[in-house]
């Protein structure tokens, strides 16, 4: 061999490069973190000096690969110190909040009322829109109905429910939460 050990390494690499990060992603578990490594292992390499030898080139890449994936993995995985876990047990959570609480529910009691005075229909698909999270054109399926009527429905249902319920802040802005597959 009259190239460097580094520019031999290199070739390697770049010749058996999808051989190695598929062992690689095995070894990781992780296609982005082989590749990651990967990159990393050429840039060490660039960096190397030209002195020495290996016997196994590819045993040598992946080792020095996994090695380069196991530093960053246990790097990103560091504990808190002592200064942050305290700081995180004096974060005030925002979701148990009594008040904040004690309005969803008024909130929930309020649309209620409001449901139960829509027309069945109207009502029905509000429900399987905003609650079950279906597509319009499966609620039209299933009640027999049109797209366009689907659509209706719902336009007047949310008018409905911002005219009844002034004070409640998601039927001002015009949409309820919920799963919606659209």
Not at 38 to 63: C, H, I, K, P
Not at 78 to 96: A, F, N, T
Not at 145 to 167: G, I, M, N, Q, Y
Request: net charge neutral; glycine share 6%.
């Amino acid at each position: 061999m009259n190239e460097g050990l580094s520019s031999t390494l290199r070739a390697r690499m770049v010749a058996r490069y999808v051989e190695l990060r598929g062992k690689l992603e095995r070894i990781v578990g992780s296609r982005d973190d082989a590749a990651d490594a990967m990159q990393e292992t050429w840039l060490r390499l660039a960096a190397m000096g030209d002195t020495g030898t290996v016997n196994n080139a590819d045993a040598y890449l992946l080792r020095m690969a996994a090695n380069i994936a196991t530093d960053h993995y246990r790097q990103s995985n560091v504990l808190l110190v002592r200064g942050e876990i305290d700081d995180l047990v004096h974060i005030v959570d925002e979701v148990s909040d009594p008040e904040r609480i004690a309005s969803a529910r008024s909130d929930v009691r309020a649309l209620g009322l409001v449901l139960g005075r829509m027309p069945a229909r109207r009502r029905a698909i509000l429900v399987a829109a905003r609650v079950e999270g279906q597509l319009n054109d499966e609620i039209a399926r299933r009640f027999d109905v049109s797209l366009s009527t689907v659509e209706k429905e719902l336009r007047a249902a949310l008018e409905f429910c911002k005219k009844h319920l002034p004070d409640v802040e998601a039927a001002q802005r015009g949409h309820f939460a919920g799963p919606r597959k659209y």
